[in-house]
């Protein structure tokens, strides 16, 4: 475990409000976030994000974590005395999680956030949070970082004013971009089955139903609301499924569908006991969230992913399920997503620049300082 706080010079002093000074002290790898998660949950509470980062050790442990290292950034008033990691509730006002890419085991000074839709990237009250993040690349980018790429939750004009606000405390000249994208990831769940599959579209409706029952007719499929097999049988069944994992993903798979508070594990099986589909995620505070799903290869012409959908959506309804959320790719609703781009070199994005949004990149190169038309 790292942990070291920034060094005088580093010390943001940007004020989130007429009374507001905050510095910014430092945690790096997976023992140090996840020993000061507690507090990070307390503060998501308290900011209204609540299940932001109750999840974090899937997040954090997970095999597709690969060459990053975790750090997060924690704002707390210039005139506490305890080092990162003696922080508690009391101490933090907001935090910032982001990976630094490594290579070679080499720390590359590129900095990145994992989570798309930004909801636990930043961790502040909503009215600070562009502020927030703005301070954050802006200490990053003082302490040596070359690139940072940053996602939240926040409208795209907010982000904007809080970098331009940075510029009077700028000790180098930068350039920065923000960016607006389009999340598909929920689906609102209505009060009934049908009144939710109203909100979608007729081919999507048709599918969700002439699928499931073809399956329940010719295959007998049952949905299981909790799927109990052991970590060898799903790794077995990974190999037998369209798209296998690795079987160190699969085990890992398990393991937090399995173990993690709040996880949970579903399944589609025949009627000769076969498993068709396995489905794994988490819900909290309304919310469910799916992480990953596995069909078993072969029944293409069941649309086995389609009826899997079909049982999940009815099942979460009953439990009074408020909203999905899909981690893994397929968007479901559309969330306008800003960004904030932070780097070294420029670069351009012309699709963004013919739809009139500036794509390029915060730097701290003086002698090229250019700012996207």
């Given at each position: 475990?790292?942990?070291?706080?920034?060094?005088?010079?580093?010390?943001?002093?940007?004020?989130?409000?007429?009374?507001?000074?905050?510095?910014?002290?430092?945690?790096?790898?997976?023992?140090?976030?996840?020993?000061?998660?507690?507090?990070?949950?307390?503060?998501?509470?308290?900011?209204?994000?609540?299940?932001?980062?109750?999840?974090?050790?899937?997040?954090?442990?997970?095999?597709?974590?690969?060459?990053?290292?975790?750090?997060?950034?924690?704002?707390?008033?210039?005139?506490?005395?305890?080092?990162?990691?003696?922080?508690?509730?009391?101490?933090?006002?907001?935090?910032?999680?982001?990976?630094?890419?490594?290579?070679?085991?080499?720390?590359?000074?590129?900095?990145?956030?994992?989570?798309?839709?930004?909801?636990?990237?930043?961790?502040?009250?909503?009215?600070?949070?562009?502020?927030?993040?703005?301070?954050?690349?802006?200490?990053?980018?003082?302490?040596?970082?070359?690139?940072?790429?940053?996602?939240?939750?926040?409208?795209?004009?907010?982000?904007?004013?809080?970098?331009?606000?940075?510029?009077?405390?700028?000790?180098?000249?930068?350039?920065?971009?923000?960016?607006?994208?389009?999340?598909?990831?929920?689906?609102?769940?209505?009060?009934?089955?049908?009144?939710?599959?109203?909100?979608?579209?007729?081919?999507?409706?048709?599918?969700?139903?002439?699928?499931?029952?073809?399956?329940?007719?010719?295959?007998?499929?049952?949905?299981?609301?909790?799927?109990?097999?052991?970590?060898?049988?799903?790794?077995?069944?990974?190999?037998?499924?369209?798209?296998?994992?690795?079987?160190?993903?699969?085990?890992?798979?398990?393991?937090?569908?399995?173990e993690l508070i709040g996880s949970f594990l579903l399944g589609i099986?025949?009627?000769?006991?076969?498993?068709?589909?396995?489905?794994?995620?988490?819900?909290?505070?309304?919310?469910?969230?799916?992480?990953?799903?596995?069909?078993?290869?072969?029944?293409?012409?069941?649309?086995?992913?389609?009826?899997?959908?079909?049982?999940?959506?009815?099942?979460?309804?009953?439990?009074?399920?408020?909203?999905?959320?899909?981690?893994?790719?397929?968007?479901?609703?559309?969330?306008?997503?800003?960004?904030?781009?932070?780097?070294?070199?420029?670069?351009?994005?012309?699709?963004?620049?013919?739809?009139?949004?500036?794509a390029g990149l915060y730097r701290n190169d003086e002698d090229h300082?250019?700012?996207?038309?």
């Open positions: 475990m790292v942990t070291f706080h920034a060094p005088a010079s580093a010390l943001v002093d940007a004020k989130l409000s007429s009374h507001d000074r905050f510095s910014i002290a430092e945690l790096r790898g997976k023992k140090a976030v996840l020993a000061i998660a507690p507090v990070l949950e307390s503060l998501a509470a308290r900011c209204g994000q609540l299940g932001a980062v109750d999840y974090l050790e899937y997040f954090l442990t997970g095999p597709y974590v690969g060459p990053k290292t975790p750090c997060v950034f924690l704002f707390r008033s210039p005139d506490c005395t305890r080092s990162a990691s003696e922080l508690d509730e009391t101490d933090v006002r907001g935090a910032v999680l982001m990976y630094e890419y490594r290579m070679c085991g080499l720390r590359t000074k590129i900095f990145a956030t994992d989570d798309e839709g930004g909801e636990r990237t930043v961790l502040a009250p909503l009215c600070a949070r562009p502020r927030i993040a703005a301070v954050a690349a802006e200490y990053l980018i003082r302490t040596g970082a070359q690139l940072v790429f940053m996602s939240i939750g926040s409208e795209d004009h907010a982000v904007s004013q809080a970098m331009q606000s940075m510029e009077g405390h700028r000790g180098k000249p930068s350039i920065w971009t923000t960016r607006e994208r389009r999340v598909r990831r929920y689906l609102l769940l209505q009060s009934t089955y049908d009144e939710t599959l109203a909100t979608m579209g007729k081919h999507t409706r048709r599918n969700l139903r002439a699928f499931r029952r073809r399956a329940e007719a010719e295959l007998h499929a049952d949905f299981v609301s909790v799927a109990e097999l052991s970590r060898d049988d799903l790794v077995t069944l990974n190999g037998l499924c369209s798209y296998p994992v690795p079987d160190r993903v699969a085990a890992w798979r398990h393991r937090t569908a399995t099986r025949s009627g000769d006991g076969r498993w068709l589909s396995l489905l794994g995620g988490r819900r909290h505070h309304g919310t469910t969230e799916v992480a990953w799903q596995m069909n078993r290869e072969g029944l293409e012409a069941f649309s086995i992913g389609t009826v899997m959908r079909s049982y999940l959506i009815e099942h979460e309804i009953a439990l009074g399920t408020k909203r999905r959320e899909v981690s893994a790719p397929g968007r479901l609703l559309r969330r306008e997503t800003p960004e904030i781009s932070s780097g070294c070199r420029p670069r351009w994005n012309n699709a963004n620049q013919r739809e009139g949004r500036g300082l250019r700012r996207p038309a």
